[in-house]
């Protein structure tokens, strides 16, 4: 396997920001660092744009909403720094948070910088001879899922306690993620707006609230060189919040794409779980009952509601996209992938089962 360690590239056209004003800012905080500050940035992603800050020896991350965000709740810069704040040194690996600040007027929106965590990070559009083995793979999926259940089960304390309110998660959630929908529209898809209905008339008995990552997949997680078994650090805070862990895990499920899947959802390169030695989705939820120690009931409703905030979040991004906010050649088509979202939980919602759905 070839290390696919994610590399920084010139920063697109569109989502430059005034880099003098950054370094005199970073100098106010930081006097005793000396040398060039060099700005790059991130290619991969699809949400907070992701830069490389360079330093003399210091090597970070700065995060920042992308231009044009419609939906404040998904790039809550502070709340991503408060967590990573929590979580730092706990038994779930996080960068090391920097600083933060809500000044808009440095490079255009608030942002927050951390550390910069080097490893190996698995992406949906690597060719084949890049992934692992098949017996490594394995053992990645299941060091996956331990961590999301780690992260299930932290203890609720300190800064998690203003995170959010539990009671009332799963409705709150079918509500909000068809109203995002609705202002985000740009075209008829009636598969959308049949999941949305049959969601919140089939909303199941909620669990206990934890703290929950919301976006958790193999591309946010980072995984050691010298041992890919071992996860090393899991990126993306912003949507985290307290909630019903089954819909983490749902939302999650909704990334896992299997071989037999619509062809469009496998074009948009989602995740590498269709890679030899990864187990299937139904086979997820029993390694993740088994690490938990919980059986996961309706399991048809949470992937459903999965794959529909997926194709909502897809959505925004086409929006934006078709509003001008943004050149990235990359959303051109992502149309394509809200409509695979919506009939993979079609699908899902009449066979009632998550695999072999095609």
């Known amino acids: ?57 210091k090597d970070w991350v700065l995060r920042r ?23 730092h040194g706990s038994a779930v690996k996080v960068p090391e948070p920097i600083l933060y600040t809500e000044n808009t007027d440095i490079i255009g929106a608030d942002f927050y910088m951390m550390e910069r965590v080097k490893g190996v990070i698995l992406r949906g559009y690597m060719p084949p001879e890049q992934l692992p083995e098949k017996e490594t793979m394995a053992g990645i999926s299941q060091s996956w899922v331990n961590t999301l259940a780690a992260l299930h089960q932290t203890p609720l304390q300190g800064n998690f306690t203003t995170l959010g309110k539990p009671e009332g998660y799963v409705a709150r959630q079918v509500e909000g993620w068809a109203k995002r929908y609705q202002k985000a529209k740009t075209d008829e898809i009636a598969a959308m707006e049949h999941i949305a209905v049959w969601l919140a008339e089939n909303q199941p008995t909620e669990v206990a609230g934890t703290l929950i990552h919301n976006d958790y997949k193999y591309d946010n997680v980072v995984l050691n060189p010298d041992n890919l078994t071992e996860i090393i650090a899991v990126l993306d805070w912003e949507m ?36 030899e030695g990864n187990p299937t989705r139904e086979q997820v939820a029993a390694m993740y009952e088994k690490a938990t120690g919980k059986t996961v009931d309706n399991i048809v ?28 050649s990359r959303f051109k088509g992502l149309i394509h992938g809200v409509k ?19």
């Open 1 to 57: 396997m070839l290390q696919h360690i994610d590399q920084p590239k010139e920063i697109r056209q569109g989502e430059e920001f005034d880099v003098k004003s950054l370094i005199n800012f970073l100098r106010s905080q930081f006097p005793e660092i000396q040398g060039e500050l060099v700005v790059k940035q991130f290619p991969s992603g699809f949400s907070n744009l992701t830069y490389q800050i360079q330093w003399g020896e």
């Open 65 to 87: 909403p992308p231009f044009g965000a419609n939906v404040k709740s998904g790039h809550d810069m502070m709340r991503e720094y408060k967590i990573l704040t929590a979580l």
């Open 240 to 275: 985290a919040t307290l909630g019903d862990p089954l819909m983490d895990l749902g939302t999650s499920l909704g990334y896992w794409l299997e071989a037999a899947d619509p062809e469009p959802l496998r074009q948009l390169s989602l995740s590498p779980t269709t890679s």
């Open 301 to 328: 409703f949470y992937y459903a509601f999965g794959l529909f905030k997926i194709a909502v979040i897809i959505q925004q991004i086409y929006y934006r996209y078709k509003k001008g906010y943004t050149n990235d």
């Open 340 to 358: 695979g979202c919506s009939m993979l939980a079609l699908q899902a919602i009449q066979k009632k089962r998550i695999g072999d759905l095609f």
